[in-house]
């Protein structure tokens, strides 16, 4: 199989860079955004702060008394944390990273997952230029910056990208990558924490390296069969974990309100055509199939009726989702002799395309 090129895209200082981003005059001072529990004008936490601040010895997690003690006479800026505008910032990039890979993997309001070997064509040397332009197109588009990791899985970007920051772009190919994690420290790993990592060091080992030679079976003995396995392959830089869209729309739908209360089942279809057009963008965006079509419709006398139809073959299609919204509501008219107040369409019972198949291959490889 071709080597995968997987890229971990984490936004820099990403809280205090959108507080740069709406207000430049701040740019050049220390900034530390915090989260004021409001018992007194000092309370509370630092969520993040900028670089200009953690060169005063400010850190994420930290009380903000002591934040401000640190920085004082620094002409520091103090800001309450502002989710909305975060989230806003954030699904703007999302929506551009997104359109640079094959598959999409959000982790955090500020950390993605790409998979772009199809983009470059399974080369890390294109890897670098691909990534120096999804870097400049969030910079042109949103005047955000943020730091690349590239490696041949999720386990390596990762740790690629948190090895520079901020601005960063670390490739580490995969020939690289049991040289790059040897001498860094246990913790680096995800699932190694205060206790484990003393655990380990107990038994000698203290960096990626030491744990990689390290027996395999020891390892089962002390930390279980999943944990000790997993803690291996990593260390070994193996993980074949794919890039996939976490939580996974169940179902999607659209609802409206009918001009008129109505029977009329082309004036419903006028409707639902509407809402579908914008059902379908959403699940061609998202590459799904769906096995199911329902309906939705609310009476004048506000009650609701809800009817569903599985389809023999997952679709894809529009005109499958208006076809099987015609037959129900055709149906559901002759159950009924109430009016029509609201419609709605709803598709769900997806299969993502890629999986299919990416399922099917994996399937091949383990024969
Ligand atoms: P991080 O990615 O850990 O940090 P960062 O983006 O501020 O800085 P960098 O990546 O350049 O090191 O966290 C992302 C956001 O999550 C951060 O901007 C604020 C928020 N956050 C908290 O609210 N509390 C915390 O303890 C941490 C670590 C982060
Ligand atoms: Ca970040």
Redesign the pocket.
């Given at each position: 199989m071709q080597n995968r090129v997987i890229m971990l895209v984490?936004?820099?200082?990403?809280?205090?860079?959108?507080e740069e981003l709406r207000n430049p005059a701040i740019k050049d001072k220390p900034i530390v955004?915090g989260?004021y529990s409001g018992r007194t004008e000092e309370s509370g936490?630092?969520?993040?702060?900028n670089?200009i601040a953690r060169k005063f010895g400010v850190k994420?997690?930290m009380p903000l008394f002591l934040a401000k003690r640190k920085l004082e006479g620094a002409d520091a800026v103090f800001l309450p944390?502002d989710h909305q505008c975060?989230d806003q910032l954030s699904e703007r990039i999302m929506l551009i990273l997104r359109g640079y890979a094959t598959s999409f993997e959000q982790v955090?309001?500020?950390?993605a997952y790409l998979d772009v070997t199809e983009q470059v064509e399974g080369s890390f040397e294109k890897a670098r230029n691909y990534a120096q332009k999804i870097k400049d197109d969030a910079r042109n588009q949103v005047g955000i910056s943020?730091?690349v990791g590239v490696g041949s899985n999720k386990l390596v970007a990762k740790i690629a990208c948190d090895s520079q920051?901020?601005d960063g772009l670390t490739i580490v190919k995969p020939e690289e990558a049991l040289a790059f994690l040897k001498p860094l420290d246990v913790d680096r790993l995800l699932g190694v924490g205060k206790k484990t990592s003393t655990k380990m060091a107990e038994l000698g080992i203290k960096t990626i390296g030491d744990l990689a030679k390290y027996d395999m079976q020891k390892l089962v003995a002390v930390f279980g069969k999943t944990l000790g396995i997993y803690f291996h392959n990593a260390a070994n830089a193996i993980d074949n974990e794919p890039v996939q869209e976490q939580g996974e729309a169940e179902s999607i739908s659209r609802i409206g309100t009918l001009k008129q209360d109505t029977r009329d089942l082309e004036f419903i279809l006028q409707k639902t055509d509407e809402l579908t057009e914008d059902i379908f963008k959403e699940i061609k965006e998202k590459k799904l199939n769906f096995k199911t079509v329902s309906i939705y419709a609310v009476m004048t006398d506000l009650s609701s009726k809800t009817r569903s139809v599985t389809l023999e073959q997952p679709a894809k299609d529009k005109e499958a989702i208006k076809r099987n919204t015609k037959t129900l509501f055709e149906k559901y008219l002759l159950e009924s002799t109430l009016e029509i107040r609201r419609v709605g369409v709803k598709v769900s019972g997806f299969i993502k395309e890629e999986l299919q198949q990416k399922r099917l291959s994996s399937f091949f490889q383990s024969e």
């Open positions: 984490d936004f820099d200082y990403f809280y205090a860079q959108c955004v989260v936490a630092v969520s993040t702060s670089y994420s997690g944390v975060y955090s309001v500020d950390e943020f730091s920051k901020p």
